[in-house]
């Protein structure tokens, strides 16, 4: 058998399994930050002018946030890796669509869409989105819209897509958010471009910054005030078209960085990865845990600051996760509850409840394929708890359709003894479509 495959007898299914003699080398790239794409489509496409966008993810959550634009007014090139060219509108101009809006699977596109669509007065907009994605709570943004002036119904009190917009003049609020979400400020912080006078959003963390950045690089008059951890737009705002070089996305480069650390003998360089400050708790936790990783060739790439990771196989060591950095991290706790299968002692992980209302439920999810690969974890109402040290031996497992459980589980089942068949793990096209070619290429398939 080779050491990967994909199952014929299953459609998007993948078999996981490594020789003993095969550790992890070389230099790879990952694919472009999905956050910084999804921004920079949606600005270019609001923005007077040309927006010129290099490295975008081709993942299935930007196309979705370009279909939408698209059908907005937006004139989007087909997309690629080398250069995407979207003709903008100019802010206040989006046309009204003809149909349903869909955001498939992606949270992003809906719920910073829901600030610029409800900030048009005289216009109605509907946006849906896949199974997962009409479960998924949108009261979070709805809310401070509503606060704003906004007029927005859906289900479940107006908390679950569908949900259809009637545009209105919004009024400017600052918004003390109870949660630390960039999603919630960035959705706000877009309203507010079209409202007179100052929005601000505090919140009791400070979340990933791109919103604020890409605001600024496009014209927009934000000031942020890091110990206060809020932001604030003024409006109304003009945006002029950019050149966008979007970086590899640190949220992808996560999981090789724990191949690394995890299977012996593996030495991995990991090239032009976004390491913007709001997005490295997968670094800070990684050297607590005492992995053998490091940056070199630092550098600053349109604004975002970027740089080239190594990592090598070595020993790691439990340690504890909590609000200080969940905010930083949310994306990543699948993969470094794998790095903490195989670490000496017993990995606590709180104040992610969040998770819950992911693509899946992560914490049940990533919980319940682990132990049955043999690992000793157990849910918590807001975390995990992880007992390392546990041999991993090969089992069906499942990804929930889930793009960040299916990686999390093929990394693990590296370090499992037999086959690990992943089910439905091609959902991992949505952030990371060439991630079974570079696995294959690092396993010598």
């Known amino acids: 058998m080779p050491a990967f495959s994909v199952t014929s007898q299953r459609p998007g299914a993948w078999t996981i399994q490594r020789p003993s003699s095969v550790a992890l080398q070389g230099s790879i790239r990952v694919p472009g930050d999905k956050s910084i794409s999804h921004r920079a489509l949606m600005l270019g496409a609001i923005a007077s002018g040309e927006t010129k966008i290099q490295g975008l993810l081709l993942g299935e959550d930007p196309r979705s946030t370009a279909e939408c634009f698209r059908a907005l007014g937006a004139k989007i090139s ?93 009024k400017p609020i600052h918004y003390r958010s109870p949660v630390a979400s960039a999603q919630v400020k960035s959705c ?24 604020e950045r890409m605001l600024q690089a496009f014209g927009a008059e934000v ?21 966008v070089i979007v970086p590899g996305d640190i949220s992808s ?41 490091t940056q070199f060739n630092q550098r600053l790439v349109a604004g975002e600051p970027v740089a080239d990771l ?51 439920d992560r914490i049940a999810a990533i919980a319940t394929q682990l132990n049955r690969l043999g690992a000793k974890v157990s849910e918590l109402p807001d975390g995990l708890e992880i007992t390392g040290g546990t041999p991993l031996k090969g089992a069906e497992v499942d990804s929930y359709n889930d793009h960040r459980i299916a990686m999390s589980l093929a990394i693990a089942g590296l370090n499992a003894t037999g086959s690990t068949e992943i089910d439905r793990a091609a959902a991992a096209a949505i952030s990371y479509p060439d991630f079974a070619t570079t696995l294959d290429q690092l396993l010598g398939s």
């Open 253 to 293: 480069a996560a999981f090789w960085l724990v191949a690394g650390a995890i299977v012996p003998g593996s030495d991995l360089q990991i090239t032009n990865v976004g390491v913007n400050p709001t997005r490295t708790g997968i670094l800070e936790v990684l050297e607590r845990m005492g992995a053998d990783v």
């Open 223 to 243: 000031a942020v005030d890091p110990d206060a951890h809020s932001a604030t737009v003024t409006g109304p705002a003009q945006l002029q078209g950019q050149t």
């Open 78 to 170: 087909e997309l690629n890796t080398e250069q995407v060219v979207v003709q903008g509108i100019c802010l206040g101009q989006l046309r009204e669509p003809l149909d349903v809006l869909n955001a498939g699977n992606s949270g992003t596109t809906l719920r910073l869409m829901l600030g610029i669509l409800a900030s048009h007065p005289e216009r109605f907009f509907t946006i849906t989105g896949d199974d997962s994605l009409r479960s998924r709570p949108m009261s979070r943004v709805v809310t401070p819209l509503q606060q704003m002036g906004a007029e927005i119904w859906g289900r479940q009190q107006n908390s679950l897509a569908p949900l259809a917009i009637q545009g209105q003049a919004l």
């Open 310 to 360: 190594r990592v090598r196989y070595g020993p790691l060591r439990a340690c504890e996760i909590g609000a200080d950095l969940i905010p930083r991290l949310i994306d990543e706790i699948p993969i470094l509850a794998v790095a903490a299968v195989f670490a000496q002692g017993t990995t606590v992980i709180r104040d992610a409840a969040e998770l819950r209302v992911k693509e899946s």
């Open 188 to 211: 706000v912080l877009l309203a507010g471009l079209m409202a007179h006078g100052q929005t601000t959003v505090t919140e009791p963390v400070l979340s990933r910054d791109h919103s």
